[in-house]
C-alpha cells in the first residue's frame, strides 16, 4: 500500500546525486524542499514534490504533517543493544573516581556484562533488547548496527548473534550484525591471550560465518586490549569468511587502529577520541569511515574526536551511539547530533549529514539509506513544525517527533 505524506513543512535530507558519502565542505550543505508531498510505493519512496502539485492519488493512505518536519530517518552505525542487566554500580565507581580501564582491570567492564550475559536466558535476552530497540525507533532510527561481544566463549557470542538474527525478523527497523568476539578475552583465557585469539579465528569466526549470523567483524583495537597484530590477524581471517572490518580504534590512546584498519579496508574505523594529524593523513583518499560516538566522550568525560579537523581536510565523518551499558548507555541519536554540535562543533547540517547517509554509508548501505531520494527505502520521521534546521540540534531534550514511518509503514 502507499503511503501520501501531504503538508510537509519542510523535507530535509533530499538527494539524487548518486553519491554514496557526503565528504569535507558538502557536508555543511543539506537540500530542503518547503511545503512539500511525498509519496511511497510499498517499502520505498516513489516520489516528493511541492504541494501546488500533490497528486492525487487512489487507494493510498495519506498523512497529513500538519506543516512538521521530514527527516530521513538516522542510521546508527555502532551499537551494543543486546546485553544483559545494565552497570549503574561502575557509573557511581567512576563517579567516585575510577577511570573506565581501571574498572575494567577490576574484572567490571565488559566482563562484568559477559557474565550476566551467560546467566541470562537467550528469551530474556531478546527481551530486553527489543525495549532497546523500540526506544531507538521512537528517538528515530531506522537502520542500526548490532554487535556481539557481551558473549566472549562461542556458545554466548552465538547466543547474541541469534538474537540479533530475531530482532531482524521481528522489528520493522533495518538491523546489520557484526561479530566482536575480541572484544575482550574471556575469563576463561585469562593470561592467555594470544590463544583467545587463536580461538576467534579458528573457532567462532568459522561459526559464525557457518550460520551466517554476521555481516562484519570487529576487534577492540586499543591499549590494554587487543594488539594492532591480533587486530590484523581478525581482520585478515573475517575477510576470508566474507566478514568486512569495522574496528573500535583510538579510545583510549592513539592505537594504531586507524592505520590497520585503513590497510585492511575497513569498512570504518570507530571511536576516535584521541587522534593525530598522521591518523587523520592515514584516512585521506580511503574508503574507510571514520566513525565518531560522542555519546562515549560525553558519559566517560574523554577528550571528543576532532570533528573538525576531520573535516575541514576533507574527511568524510559518520556519527553513531555506541549504545552499551558501560560508555554510552543510551542510542538517542538526535542527542548524539546535539554533542556533534555542542562539543565538536559540527553545523547541524553536517552532524545530520553524518548521522544519516554518512552512517548508512559506515554500514554499506548507503544506496539504500541515509537521504530522502527516489528509490530509497522509506524510512523517515515527522516532527512537529521546526523555525529551523538549527532547532533539532539545539532543543535537544524537547520531543519533537510526532510520527515514524519505516519501510513504507507508519509505526509510531
Ligand atoms: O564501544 N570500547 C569498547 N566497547 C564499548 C564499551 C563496552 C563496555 O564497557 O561495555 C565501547 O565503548
Ligand atoms: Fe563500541
Redesign the pocket.
Known sequence: MSLLVKNIGTLVGIDESGRLRVEGKDMAEITTLENAWLLTDGERIKDYGTMDKCPSVEDCEVLDAKGGWLFPSFCDS?T?IV?AGS?EQEFLDKINGLS?EEI?KRGG??LN?ADRLHETSEDELYRQAMERVDEIIRMGTGLVEIKS??GLTLEDELKILRVIRRIKQSSPIEVRATFLGA?AVGRAYKGRQADYVDHVCNDMIPAVAKEGLAEFVDV?C?KG?FTVEETAKIMETGAKYGLRAKI?AN?LAVSGGVEVGVEHKALSV??LESMGDEQIEALRGTDTMPTM?PG?AFFLGITYPPARKMIDAGLAVALAS?F?????PSGNMRFVVSLASIKMKMTPAEAINAATMNSAAAMGESKNFGSITRGKVANFFITKSLPSLAYLPYAHQTPIIKCVVLKGKRVE
Open positions: 555502532h551494543h546485553y552497570r573506565y575494567a567492564g565488559i556484562s561481544g557481551y572484544h577492540f586499543d586490549f573500535h579510545e570507530d571511536h560516538l562515549c555506541d552499551n551499558p558501560g560508555t554510552a
